[in-house]
T-cell receptor, first 119, second 110 residues
Framework: ETGVTQTPRHLVMGMTNKKSLKCEQH?????MYWYKQSAKKPLELMFV???????ENNSVPSRFSPECPNSSHLFLHLHTLQPEDSALYLC??????????????????FGPGTRLTVL | ELKVEQNPLFLSMQEGKNYTIYCNYS?????LYWYRQDPGKSLESLFV?????AVKQEGRLMASLDTKARLSTLHITAAVHDLSATYFC??????????FGTGTRLQVFP
């Protein structure tokens, strides 16, 4: 496998279910991201992990719980979701860069996404 | 709060024509990215623009960055059907974050 992979590609779940999304990157990057893409909305950043530490939690409801056991793997645990959580969930990875005394993200490489439908 | 706005949101253009997509952002940044997304697919990196005046070209697409005006453009030359997709710009903050624009959906017809 190369690049960024995500499983499953499609997921249908009820509001009382618990499921997990998995992301794996094979690029040797040290930062990983979860994004939510809904129809007619900009891409929304949900979580950022850099060197396996969560550095961003963008006011995401607690029914979404990320986990980053190592720099290559990222999970998004889902429980008691709402229909409005139906969206495409994208994982990305990048290599953080230090430039001019600041930390930046380099180009982010995206996985194919998981299309989630909550009934 | 950083805002990134693209216009137009939707663009329908004839093959062979030229057009420009604009990306405006509201705070200082000197790193900007352009991505392409085909329907039902993920995002693919097109360009990275790293400084004021940067210009990158790949095939029929050319991107530029004016950090003083906080503006990036993606120019399409002699459009072909294969360019039909949604194009996103994304601005880097001085953190691990990218803030994405609203996207421009491009349709090229014969």
């Amino acid at each position: 496998e190369t690049g960024v992979t995500q499983t499953p590609r499609h997921l249908v779940m009820g509001m009382t279910n618990k499921k997990s999304l998995k992301c794996e990157q094979h690029l040797g990057h040290n930062a990983m991201y979860w994004y939510k893409q809904s129809a007619k909305k900009p891409l929304e950043l949900m979580f950022v992990y850099s060197l396996e530490e969560r550095v961003e939690n963008n006011s995401v409801p607690s029914r979404f719980s990320p986990e980053c056991p190592n720099s290559s793997h990222l999970f998004l645990h889902l429980h008691t979701l709402q229909p409005e959580d139906s969206a495409l969930y994208l994982c990305a990875s990048s290599q953080p860069l230090l430039a001019s005394g600041r930390m930046y993200t380099d180009t982010q490489y995206f996985g194919p996404g998981t299309r989630l439908t909550v009934l | 709060e950083l805002k990134v706005e693209q216009n137009p949101l939707f663009l329908s253009m004839q093959e062979g024509k030229n057009y420009t997509i604009y990306c405006n952002y509201s705070t200082t940044s000197d790193r900007l990215y352009w991505y392409r997304q085909d329907p039902g697919k993920s995002l693919e990196s097109l360009f990275v623009l790293l400084s004021n005046g940067a210009v990158k070209q790949e095939g029929r697409l050319m991107a530029s960055l004016d950090t003083k005006a906080r503006l990036s453009t993606l120019h399409i030359t002699a459009a072909v059907h294969d360019l039909s997709a949604t194009y996103f710009c994304a601005v880097a903050l001085n953190t691990d974050k990218l803030i994405f624009g609203t996207g421009t959906r491009l349709q090229v017809f014969p």
